[in-house]
């Protein structure tokens, strides 16, 4: 299975990874580069983060919103925005996160919403994490509740303007979406991990697959557990073995490794013809980042924990990344992920959003990579599993040889059932409920 540089390299482009780039340019310039040319590419990154993103020139009106609200059933949240027109966008929470973050949505970002032209959303969107200092909390603590209402207000917003949620943060690039299969056994001994994401493939018919190297266990409380040792140097080559040359591969090790570490692996992914590494280590080492990125071949992803727009600046500008993946939850909604994908394709780069399991993720996922220009052919996925009651009119959400359509209804493009939304409760104060 061993392969040199050139014939990774033809694997690559044959594969749609690279699309028009060749793999030596795929987003990457030399490691060393000239002061006055980093300041050309800051200077016209700067430009790109100046331009709006929310297509205000659909709404000839203004759209004030009246009431924005959290609510909350068991484990589950809702967020529900009316404008004093009488429309109404509604989205569904990260609950997993909302259950210990929601007093920030209700005492932080709630009251600066209010009475705002919802069509100035990207200056709202900028301008709230200066109120309260919010900035302080930047990071998941600010991004999940921050993306939960953005989602509700872009719901409404293109249920008035009747057009998808894609329409509204840029055009339709990608009416069906070509997902990869992400996976999350890190834990489980070789054979069983085998077993269950050979089980999840055929399920979805996915036609790429992502892998977790490293040993980071973070399913624990035991300070001094470690990974199986040489159960990456063991996984990589079966994994290719197993699915054959067809199968798209990547890896993400979730930063679990040193600079040596990861430059190691890498080369083994390498061998395999694995098409991207992600986070090989920990997210915020922007330097060890761009060290890993150049001394390989495969192109390096991350983003999943990026929370700044000038942290993604940086690893544009300086080389870091070849691909970025900011979380639509995490980092705080679509249009700051679609400054972020902006920024990437201005030098090359390509965008696959990291996608947050649970609830309805993979439907914000799709409309967010229906609107990018710069998507890579595949893009992660962990299925349709929803504890939410909807309808969707206009897609199955089945996936057909590893492809998914994209809602076309307005807004988020799916109706979610009376009677589940009535089983919320409206959270008014400060009290956890249990």
Known sequence: MKTNRRKFIATAIASGLAASLPLSSYGKTSSVQNPDALKEKYAKLDEILKQPVFKKELFSSPVIIETL?????????????????????????????????????????????????????????EKVYVFSLNFRLSGMALGVPLATIEFAILDMMGRIAVK????????????????YQATEYREKPVAESMELIKRDVAEYNAKALKIKVGGLMFGTTDMNAVGPVGRTETIIPLFRKTFGDDMILYADSNGFYSVEEAIRV??????????????????????????????????????????????????????????????????????????????AQAFGKKCTPHMTGGDLGFLYMMHFVSALPNALPF???????????FECKTSPL?????????????????????????????????????
């Not at 992803?301 to 000038?310: C, I």
């Open 266 to 343: 890498g080369k083994l992914l390498e061998e395999y013809h694995f098409q991207f590494f992600e986070e090989p280590v920990p997210f915020d080492w922007y330097e060890e980042t761009k060290q890993v990125a150049d001394a390989l071949t495969i192109p390096v992803a991350g983003g999943e924990q990026e929370y700044s727009l000038h942290g993604f600046r940086w690893l544009i500008a300086n080389d870091g990344l070849q691909i970025v993946q900011p979380d639509t939850f995490y980092f705080g909604g679509m249009i700051r992920a679609m400054k972020v994908a902006k920024m």
């Open 69 to 125: 609200e959290l609510l909350r059933y068991r484990n589950s949240f809702l967020c529900r925005v009316r404008s004093k027109d009488g429309a109404e966008g509604i989205s569904v929470g990260h609950s997993g996160q909302l259950r210990s973050l929601y007093p920030i949505f209700t005492n932080l970002l709630q009251p600066f919403f209010l009475n705002k032209d919802a069509r100035d959303l990207d200056l709202i969107l």
């Open 398 to 434: 089945k996936s057909v040889n590893g492809m998914v359509k994209v809602p076309t209804g307005p807004g988020l493009g799916v109706v979610i059932d009376p009677e589940f939304i009535k089983k919320h409760q409206i959270i008014k104060d400060f009290i956890f409920l249990r």
């Open 379 to 389: 893009h992660e996925f962990k299925g349709f599993k929803t504890d939410v009651i």
């Open 164 to 179: 998808p949620i894609g329409q509204l943060i840029g055009d339709i690039h990608h009416p069906e979406v070509a997902v």
